[in-house]
Structure formats: structure tokens, C-alpha cells
């Protein structure tokens, strides 16, 4: 046998596990602690009890922090990855592990990691191009014909997605355009994958919604995912992209460009592909809802037609409905007669006596007039002038003479008076002018 010679039994005792490793910790604690130490935050992880738990690192090395949630409620830093961090704390061995933790007890800021520096750097120039805007993001489909999925062949995520839409929709199609998703190469080769299902959803259709999926990691690990090339060639997609990257507090620049954003790859499936259970359960229950509908349909038509039945098994009632009827517009129509004939009636003698006393009018402006008429006949009447001393002078053709130069000497006139006529001769003429 090989090696060095095993100790004689009884010069070293042998150390149960548990107690070296308390011993180790009593060392640490007492040779260090407190201990300050800054760094940069990595992995970090809220656990459901409050707890979190991350790394602090820079370019030497790195140490697991535990922030119990008596002190990280009491912190006023929201730690996040990326972020560079100075932590007061007490160097301790977890047990159960053998590992080694800084458990700490206060946190203030010691300035951004370069990481996150170039990551806000790198979010507020393609925000500015417009790529993170709400206005262009879009729906996913309901039912998606298809799926594409863009990742590692080897990364857990792969896995986690195929076995979420075997269970889902088995019967759904899945292109699988597989990519390095970490590493110098991968910003490239996700930016080729990518357009390859861009293209195949331009010649076929599908996919209809594309899957960009990779597993959680620590800052550098996701930072293939930050590549502006990556986020400007997925801005591109003729489809929806739902980008399911890291673990829920992981957070990159293709979350930003993406037209869904899920908390794990696994999410991001059950995003585009809801349960068969639950389209099973939807159709049953419109199964059943239109099932009731249509037995209530039928049971109204069936209602409907025992009226109708009603109705022609007792042809004399409906016959005497009608005569009834036709009494009624019998009786409607006489009373509607006689009254415009009594219309009628009242209207001829309204005629009749309006012409009457217009006849009667018209007749009595005719006597008027006829004696106005007579009395200015009467007012010309010559004899009236005679009675009133004056004569009437006419020579012997009749001509009436009211001139003296209508006459001569000696010729014979004709004087008419009020009583009698005298026959005269001229014995002398006088002639005046004309006035």
C-alpha cells in the first residue's frame, strides 16, 4: 500500500466532525470577529422566511452571506446583484454544511459594481432608442399554434421547459433553435438562432410565440442577456417573445425588450401554454352551458306549440272570436257612417243657409242701388227744372237753342213750359259772347 503509514492508534485521537467544526468556528469567531468586509452582491436570494442569502465577491475571492431577517428588515439598503456593499457581520462554520458564512448585521453602500454600472449605462442607450417602449409590446396568443424555444441543448432550463409543455399541450409543435447562453459566443449565437426562427415564422407561420429560456446565475453568468446586438435583433421579431431568464430577482436588458417578461423558464411555459386541464374544464363548462341553453330553447318551442295546438283544437272558439270581431267593426263602421253622414247633413244646411242670406244680401244691395239709381234719374228729369220757372227753348228741327246766335230774326221757336208749350217768333236778336 501506497502513502504515507497510517499514525499508531492512540498518538492522535480522531476529531468527530461536529465538534472540529465547532472548534473551528469558535477560532474564527474569536480571532475575527466583527469583522468588516466589502464587496460586490452576487446570487442574491429572498427566501420565504425573510432570510436572504448571497455572495460577496471581488477579483480574489468570494464569501456566502446569511442576512437574517431581524437585520435585513432593519436595513435601509435594498441589496441586489450588482450592487458594491460594505457588511459588518460575525464569521461563523454552518454546520449542517461545514461551510463557511458571514453573517451579517449591517449593510451600507460602497459604491456599484462595474457590472451594474455598464448595465445601467447600457439600459438608459437602448431605452432611449425606443426598445423598451409599452406601446410595442404585444399580446401573446391564447392558443399558439406553435412554440419555439431558444436556448443551451445542455441548460436545465431546456429540460424544465420541454417537461411544463409535454404536460401542458402535448399535441402543441415545439422548433427548438438551440444557442450558447453563456460566454463570449453567446451573444452571437443567440442573435443567429434568433433570426432563424424569425425567418421560419415568415415562410411557415411558425413558431407563433418564441421562448428565449436560460436558469439563474450570478450577474456575469446572465450578462449574454445585456448584449445590446441581442436586445436590437430581438426588438426585431415578427412574433411575441417571452424572455425567461434567471430566477425572479434576476433581472437583464432582454427582460426590458421583451413583449412578456416570466420569473423562470418554467413560468415562460406555462405563459404560452395554458393547461389541457383547464381547457378541458372551460369546454365543459361551455358544453354545459349551451346545453342548458338549448333544452331551454326546446322547452320554449315545445310550450309554443301546445299553444298553437290549443288554439286549432277548438276551431268554433277561434270562429267565434272572429265573428265577434267583424260584429264589432260591423257596428264601428255604422255608427262611423251615420255620423258623417249627420256631418254631412249639418255641413249642406250650414251651405244653404249661408246662401240664402247671401242672396238675400245681394238682393238688397241691388234695390239700393237701383234706388240711388232712380233718384239720380229723377234729379236729370226736365220737368223738374221747369216747374222750377225756367224753359225749354228748341227752334223747328227740335234743336234745343241756349245760344242767341243760334237763331234769327223772325224764325219761329218752340218754348216749352212746366204747363204748356208756346209757339213764338224772333223779334229781335241780341247776341253776347261766350263766357
Not at 257596428?331 to 253622414?341: N, P
Not at 234769327?408 to 208756346?422: E, K, N
Request: glycine share 6%.
Amino acid at each position: 500500500m501506497s502513502g504515507s503509514p497510517w499514525p499508531p492508534s492512540g498518538d492522535e485521537p480522531a476529531w468527530p466532525v461536529g465538534a472540529l467544526v465547532a472548534a473551528v468556528a469558535d477560532a474564527l469567531r474569536a480571532r475575527f470577529n466583527p469583522v468588516r468586509v466589502s464587496g460586490e452582491v452576487a446570487g442574491y436570494l429572498r427566501a420565504g422566511s425573510g432570510h436572504a442569502y448571497f455572495t460577496l465577491k471581488d477579483a480574489q475571492g468570494q464569501l456566502r452571506c446569511a442576512f437574517f431577517r431581524r437585520a435585513a428588515e432593519a436595513s435601509a439598503v435594498a441589496l441586489r446583484d450588482g450592487l458594491r456593499i460594505e457588511v459588518l457581520g460575525r464569521l461563523d462554520v454552518y454546520a449542517p454544511r461545514g461551510d463557511l458564512q458571514l453573517v451579517v448585521e449591517r449593510v451600507r453602500l460602497a459604491g456599484q459594481g462595474d457590472l451594474y454600472e455598464r448595465f445601467l449605462r447600457l439600459k438608459a442607450t437602448l431605452q432611449a432608442e425606443g426598445l423598451f417602449e409599452s406601446a410595442r409590446k404585444r399580446p401573446l396568443p391564447a392558443f399558439p399554434a406553435s412554440v419555439g424555444v431558444v436556448t443551451s441543448l445542455d441548460a436545465a432550463a431546456l429540460r424544465d421547459v420541454a417537461t411544463t409543455l409535454a404536460r401542458r399541450v402535448p399535441h402543441l409543435p415545439v422548433r427548438l433553435y438551440p444557442a450558447a447562453v453563456q460566454g463570449a459566443d453567446a451573444p452571437a449565437q443567440l442573435c443567429a438562432a434568433l433570426r432563424r426562427a424569425y425567418q421560419d415564422h415568415r415562410d411557415t407561420g411558425a413558431p407563433a410565440v418564441l421562448l428565449l429560456v436560460r436558469g439563474g446565475g450570478s450577474l456575469e453568468d446572465l450578462w449574454t442577456f445585456n448584449d445590446p446586438d441581442l436586445v436590437r435583433t430581438m426588438a426585431q421579431a415578427p412574433m411575441p417573445i417571452v424572455c425567461g431568464v434567471g430566477h425572479e430577482t434576476d433581472v437583464t436588458l432582454a427582460d426590458f425588450v421583451a413583449d412578456v417578461r416570466a420569473p423562470t423558464p418554467t413560468a415562460a411555459a406555462e405563459l404560452c401554454a395554458p393547461a389541457a386541464a383547464t381547457l378541458r374544464e372551460a369546454l365543459q363548462r361551455q358544453a354545459e352551458r349551451l346545453s342548458a341553453a338549448l333544452w331551454r330553447r326546446i322547452d320554449d318551442q315545445a310550450q309554443h306549440l301546445d299553444r298553437l295546438a290549443q288554439r286549432l283544437g277548438r276551431p268554433s272558439a277561434l270562429t267565434a272570436r272572429e265573428r265577434a270581431r267583424l260584429q264589432a267593426h260591423e257596428h264601428r263602421l255604422e255608427r262611423a257612417l251615420a255620423l258623417r253622414i249627420d256631418r254631412q247633413r249639418q255641413h249642406l244646411l250650414r251651405l244653404e243657409q249661408a246662401w240664402q242670406s247671401a242672396g238675400r244680401r245681394d238682393t238688397e244691395r241691388r234695390r239700393l242701388r237701383l234706388e240711388r239709381w232712380g233718384a239720380q234719374l229723377a234729379l236729370l228729369d226736365p220737368q223738374l227744372v221747369l216747374q222750377r220757372g225756367y224753359a225749354l227753348v228748341t227752334d223747328a228741327q227740335g234743336h234745343v237753342v241756349t245760344r242767341a246766335d243760334q237763331t234769327a230774326q223772325d224764325a219761329p221757336l218752340h218754348v216749352a213750359l212746366a204747363a204748356g208749350r208756346l209757339d213764338v217768333r224772333v223779334s229781335a236778336v241780341h247776341a253776347e259772347p261766350a263766357p
